[in-house]
C-alpha cells in the first residue's frame, strides 16, 4: 500500500467522484483522469479507471494525460493496471503524467514501467500546471 496513514479514510458514501475529462490547454487538449480523493476504495478507482478508458480509447480523444492521484491508495495491482491499460489503449498516447503520486508509488510504478515498458513519456509532478505545462509546453 503507498500512502498508508497519509491518507484520510472517507466513508465510501461520502466521496465525490470527479468526472474525468478533457480540457482545452495551449494549442491541444488533456484528459484529466480524476482518480484524486477517493481514499482507501481501491474497487471504485479501478471501475472508474477502466470505465473512463472506454472514452480514452476512441480516435477523437487526446494523446496526452495527467492521471490525478491525491488523496487516493494505490496498491501494486492497481499501479499496474493503470499502467498496463494506458500502455495497451489501442492508440498512440504521447505523453501521460502521474499528478500527486507519493515518492514510494513513483518508484513502484518505476518498477513497473521496466517490467512493462510504455510506449510514451511519464512524469510525475505534484502541481496540476506545471503537469499541464509539461504536456503542452507554451510556444
Known amino acids: 500500500m503507498h ?3 497519509k491518507i484520510k479514510i472517507i466513508p465510501r458514501e461520502e466521496l ?3 468526472e474525468s475529462k478533457k480540457i482545452p490547454f495551449g494549442n491541444g487538449e488533456i484528459w484529466f ?6 481514499s482507501v476504495h481501491r ?8 470505465k ?3 472514452i480514452l480509447r476512441k480516435p477523437s480523444s487526446p494523446a496526452l494525460v ?3 492521484l491525491y488523496e487516493t491508495d494505490m496498491d501494486d495491482e492497481l499501479s499496474e493496471l493503470i ?14 503524467v502521474f499528478v500527486g ?4 508509488l513513483q518508484k513502484t510504478m518505476q518498477q513497473i514501467i521496466l517490467r512493462f515498458p510504455v510506449p510514451f513519456l511519464i512524469a510525475f509532478m505534484d502541481d496540476y500546471e506545471k503537469a499541464k505545462l509539461w504536456l503542452i509546453p507554451s510556444s
Open 66 to 68: 495527467a492521471v490525478c
Open 101 to 104: 503520486a507519493s515518492r514510494n
Open 52 to 54: 473512463d478508458m472506454e
Open 3 to 5: 500512502g498508508k496513514g
Open 33 to 38: 483522469e480524476q482518480l484524486d480523493a477517493l
Open 16 to 18: 465525490i467522484i470527479r
Open 83 to 96: 499502467i498496463r491499460t494506458l500502455s495497451n489503449t489501442g492508440r498512440k498516447l504521447l505523453k501521460v
Open 43 to 50: 474497487d471504485i478507482v479501478r471501475d472508474k479507471f477502466l
